[in-house]
């Protein structure tokens, strides 16, 4: 059973740093490109960052400089440190894996930015 399980979500002031962990499960994690997207309300799911399989990373040009993606592949674990956060990167963090026509998401991860 596939399962992609995201933490490290919660409430923090504007300028402060978060860090999101997503345990994967079920899959050959090593093959699949990892990807962070996040939803705000009233907004469209949108794509964050995405790490291959290779390591090679892209991030949207919103969070160039202040989001790193990374993963361990010996913990099947993906990682997205947020730092530099402004109430605009308020929203629903979903993690997901990709590989060819195989898509996987988790339940998400409220991340709240907020004096």
């Known amino acids: 059973q596939v399962q992609l399980v995201e933490s490290g979500g919660g409430l923090v002031q504007p300028g402060g740093s978060l860090r999101l962990s997503c345990a994967a499960s079920?899959?050959?994690?090593?093959?699949?490109?990892m990807a962070w997207y996040r939803q705000a309300p009233g907004k469209q799911r949108e794509l964050v960052a995405g790490?291959?399989?290779?390591?090679?990373?892209s991030y949207a040009d919103s969070v160039k400089g202040r989001f790193t993606i990374s993963r361990d592949n010996a913990k099947n674990t993906v990682y997205l440190q947020m730092n530099s956060l402004k109430p605009e990167d308020t929203a629903v963090y979903y993690c997901?894996?990709?590989?060819?026509?195989?898509?996987?998401w988790g339940q998400g991860t409220q991340v709240t930015v907020s004096s």
């Open positions: 997901n894996a990709n590989f060819l026509t195989r898509g996987y």
């Open positions: 079920g899959f050959t994690f090593i093959m699949y490109g």
């Open positions: 790490i291959k399989s290779g390591g090679s990373t």
